[in-house]
């Protein structure tokens, strides 16, 4: 694949995305000179519609992106996957909050969390709305958020069966931030804490619907751009797998680095250890197939977006299933690889230490879980006409 602008810029800052790693994890949020750089290689740009300075670029350029910014940096990684996506979502809402957003920086840093833990009322002209969520990666360095929600009655019960999920979008003067709320052993440096609303208004032109979204059917906001007629979580979810498969090369990295000069004072000498060597190998081709088999399934979507077809369940399904399968993978033969690493690895001032404590938090992630979709999976493999219900 030919390196876009976006990820030669990464390649070129590399050494000092590595240098604000641990300053990244002291601050608990991302460095000014860390978002200085990711703004400037233009990656939040990549998902963003044309019409307000983006790319629309083609998922797997998003995907290499996002790779080479976790392999230097973890937590920037991070925000980059995640809030790297946002810009797609609010390329195909209402006009208005597309001005407002980005009408005078394209390069706007955006904010989540999705899980649809909030309240929210219909009233005149819109919504009320509450919640009180966990993980809004990157919050502190955000100018808009967007946060999820159930229509509930009067009651505060949901007021459909099934629940109606909305996403409502807000600027940051709206949203507390709750102090000292993201204290995790790893990717600390993603600032991802609580975020708090109390009983605002929303008006209705700043709603997403989350049906529509996840279905794929909001195409018509951006109809020249085919990137705009995927569905919400077959581009979101791989996002989370990209961000990690950068974090896990940046740990090869170190224990490579690590191999060739570890010298221990009993035994065959690390480089010579073909128990090393055979774990390394394995960690290099697990990651290296679960990111090609992840982007095959991108090219193959995205085919299917250019000539305007819509994505089947059994297509959400699968790309979910590679997605998360290939996470797994990728956990499995870094863990192996840790276990080989040798008792100086483990010191706190090891930077392959740091890379080690942020996979495990990245891989803990929904996204990262396969367990969620062997039965989804399963079921489209028996009958490619079935209609598995689930996150896909």
């Known amino acids: 694949m030919t390196i876009h602008e976006t990820t030669a810029f990464i390649e070129e800052h590399k050494e000092e995305l590595r240098n604000e790693h641990l300053k ?39 995907g290499q992106w996002v790779r080479a910014v976790a392999r230097y940096n973890p937590s920037a990684g991070w925000v980059a996957g995640v809030g790297g996506v946002h810009p797609w979502e609010f390329s195909i809402a209402d006009e208005r ?50 946060l999820a929600g159930i229509v509930v009655d009067d009651s505060g019960k949901p007021a459909s069966n099934p629940p109606e999920a909305l996403h409502l979008i807000f600027p940051r003067e709206e ?44 195409g018509d906001a951006q109809p020249d751009e085919p990137l705009f007629r995927w569905p919400f979580n077959s581009l979101f979810g791989p996002s989370i797998a990209h961000a990690l498969h950068g974090i896990a090369q940046g740990f090869i990295d170190q224990f490579v680095a ?57 297509d959400r399904v699968t790309m979910s299933t590679y997605q998360k399968l290939g996470c797994a993978r990728v956990m499995k033969s870094m863990n192996e690889l840790w276990m080989h690493a040798g008792s100086a690895s483990r010191w706190s001032d090891q930077t392959m230490e740091r890379y080690f ?32 219900v689930g996150m896909f």
């Open 24 to 62: 990244c994890e002291e601050l608990g949020n991302l460095t000014d000179r860390t978002v200085e750089i990711l703004k400037a290689s233009g990656g939040f740009k990549l998902l963003l519609a044309k019409e307000l300075g983006g790319y629309a670029a083609h998922p797997t350029v998003f």
């Open 258 to 314: 690590y191999m060739a000069s570890r010298k221990p004072t009993f035994g065959t000498e690390t480089k010579h250890d073909p128990y090393q060597q055979g774990v390394l190998a394995k960690a290099i081709v697990d990651l290296k197939s679960s990111i090609a088999l992840l982007d095959s399934e991108l090219i193959r979507l995205h085919d299917k977006a250019v000539a305007n077809q819509r994505f089947s369940v059994a």
């Open 97 to 146: 909050v597309r001005k407002e957003i980005y009408g005078t920086d394209p390069n706007t840093v955006t904010a989540s969390p999705y899980a649809p833990v909030g309240k929210i009322t219909r009233v005149e002209g819109g919504f009320r709305f509450s919640t009180d969520a966990l993980y809004s990666t990157g919050c502190d360095i955000s100018e808009w958020f967007v």
């Open 175 to 218: 949203v507390e931030i709750v102090p000292d709320s993201w204290n995790v052993m790893g990717l600390r440096g993603t600032g991802s804490k609580r975020v708090r609303v109390h009983d605002k208004f929303v008006p209705s032109y700043r709603m997403v619907d989350v049906k529509r979204v996840f279905a794929g059917e909001c």
């Open 357 to 388: 404590r942020d996979l495990q938090v990245g891989g803990s992630h929904y996204g990262c879980d396969p367990t969620t979709i062997y039965a989804p999976f399963v079921s489209i493999t028996l009958d490619p006409t079935a209609e598995p």
